[in-house]
């Protein structure tokens, strides 16, 4: 009796074992799998030449400077004739925000003095007509507030992107090229054609 119950408890442990090493070998093998992939991407960071640290400006800088005092970053990255557009942007912008505010003080104080039973400047406007300018002015003045962000913030992007392409190659050296092409396909075959090649 005693020989197949030490025969059975052998039998029983056994899938338990290989449960457990097949277990520990699943979660040995993604680890260094994943090891060999960090390596390998850390080793193809470092041998791209496109790599942020190999671009001849910097994208961190250029959009720091830009955020810091807009047109900045585009000095930085050779690109000044941009500043003066950057900032016609930003005072035709503030002109609108100014123009559309004043208007809108102006409707608005109407307005208070038709509901205190004031004169008005705008006699022939009625309670409703007052509301209404008051509500587009506003938006507009509100509108052109947000523009003025926008125009912040396209300030940092070009920055950035023009930091990126810094390393793009736009040489004279690229080229496509069509050339006439000839070749011996076998010993009396000959093969004529045209090749399209493109240098760079």
Same mark, same amino acid.
């Given at each position: 009796m005693k020989q197949p119950e030490r025969r059975y408890c052998n039998l029983f442990k056994a899938p338990w074992i290989l449960l457990g090493l097949l277990l520990f070998g699943m979660l040995i093998t993604p680890l260094t799998g994943l090891s060999q992939e960090v390596e390998e991407h850390n080793t193809l960071e470092e041998s791209n030449p496109d790599s942020i640290q190999y671009l001849p400006k910097n994208p961190k800088k250029a959009t720091l400077l830009s955020a810091i005092l807009p047109g900045a970053g585009q000095v930085y990255n050779g690109k000044a004739w941009k500043v003066p557009i950057i900032y016609a942007g930003f005072m035709t912008d503030i002109y609108f925000i100014q123009f559309n505010n004043r208007r809108y003080q102006v409707f608005r104080d109407a307005l208070r003095a038709a509901d205190n039973d004031e004169p008005t400047?705008?006699? !022939?406007?009625?309670?409703?007509?007052?509301v209404r300018n008051v509500d587009y002015w506003r938006? !507009?003045?509100? +509108?052109?507030?947000?523009?003025?962000a926008v125009i912040y913030g396209l300030? +940092?992007? =070009?920055?950035? &992107? #023009?930091?990126? +392409?810094?390393?793009? #190659?736009?040489? =004279?050296?690229?080229? +496509? &090229?069509?050339?006439?092409?000839?070749? %011996?396909? %076998?010993?009396?075959t000959q093969q004529v054609g045209l090749s399209l090649k493109l240098k760079f």
């Open positions: 400047i705008f006699p !022939n406007l009625n309670r409703e007509a007052l938006r !507009n003045r509100d +509108l052109t507030i947000l523009l003025l300030n +940092l992007i =070009d920055a950035n &992107v #023009d930091a990126h +392409l810094s390393g793009f #190659d736009i040489s =004279d050296d690229l080229a +496509l &090229v069509i050339e006439p092409k000839h070749e %011996m396909i %076998m010993a009396q």
